[in-house]
């Protein structure tokens, strides 16, 4: 089974930092890729930034130069630090796992205040 655990989620303000970690297990499992997705109340949850058993990395457009995803294999854990955080970045950040099927955390909520 499958398990993700979020953490690092809380208010901040704008121009603030914060970092989400996620910790997959067991740690033995393997991945495609793994990655944040967010999503506020009456839209749809968009990708953030990915990671790869490569280590390639993708951000959406609007979070690159400000937010940065990375992966401690030892640990099957995977960081989003977010930096310059804008009132805009305000959601619920769902970390994810892609393999044969796609796993899902609980969500963090993040809220930027103005």
């Known amino acids: 089974q499958v398990q993700l655990v979020e953490s690092g989620g809380g208010l901040v303000q704008s121009g603030g930092s914060l970092r989400l970690s996620c910790a997959a297990s067991?740690?033995?499992?393997?991945?495609?890729?793994m990655g944040w997705y967010r999503q506020v109340p009456g839209k749809s949850r968009e990708l953030v930034a990915t990671i790869g058993s490569d280590r390639s990395t993708l951000y959406v457009e609007s979070v690159k130069g400000r937010f940065t995803i990375s992966i401690d294999n030892a640990k099957n854990t995977v960081y989003l630090q977010m930096n310059s955080l804008k009132p805009e970045d305000t959601a619920v950040y769902y970390c994810?796992?892609?393999?044969?099927?796609?796993?899902w955390g609980q969500g963090t909520q993040v809220t930027v205040s103005s």
């Open positions: 067991p740690r033995s499992i393997s991945f495609n890729t």
């Open positions: 994810y796992l892609r393999r044969n099927n796609v796993y």
